[in-house]
């Protein structure tokens, strides 16, 4: 079992940054694929970002890619989005999760809460 816990959201001007973390509170994620998904009101789930356990593979939707960076240190249990020049378009509940490297939430088995990203244009 893994839980997992979101913060570093708020809200950010559109070309500022932002950085998320996503840690375990129990379990490990050393051995699991990490993504990064988010849901803006009214629209479904999409996929983000994600990184393999190892951190050797990393993926990005192309909506984010040259703009968010993906990375995580396994001995902090910890994974992290460096999200820079942000647009309106990116607000949204920001969720991380634990599983099969995919960009299909349905391979993810573990789930956090969310975290607001607020961008203001």
Do not use: H
């Not at 998904?37 to 990005?60: H, L």
């Not at 992290?80 to 995919?102: I, R, T």
Request: hydrophobic share 35%; aromatic share 12%; proline share 2%.
């Amino acid at each position: 079992q893994v839980q997992l816990v979101e913060s570093g959201g708020g809200l950010v001007q559109a070309g500022g940054s932002l950085r998320l973390s996503c840690a375990a509170s129990e379990g490990t994620i050393s051995t699991y694929a990490m993504g990064w998904f988010r849901q803006a009101p009214g629209k479904e789930r999409e996929f983000v970002s994600a990184i393999a356990s190892s951190g050797d593979n990393t993926f990005y939707a192309a909506s984010v890619k040259g703009r968010f960076t993906i990375s995580r240190d396994n001995a902090k249990n910890t994974v992290y989005l460096q999200m820079n020049s942000l647009k309106p378009e990116d607000m949204a509940v920001y969720y991380c999760a634990a599983g099969v490297l995919s960009a299909w939430a349905n391979n993810y088995y573990y789930w956090g809460q969310g975290t607001q990203v607020t961008v203001s244009s």
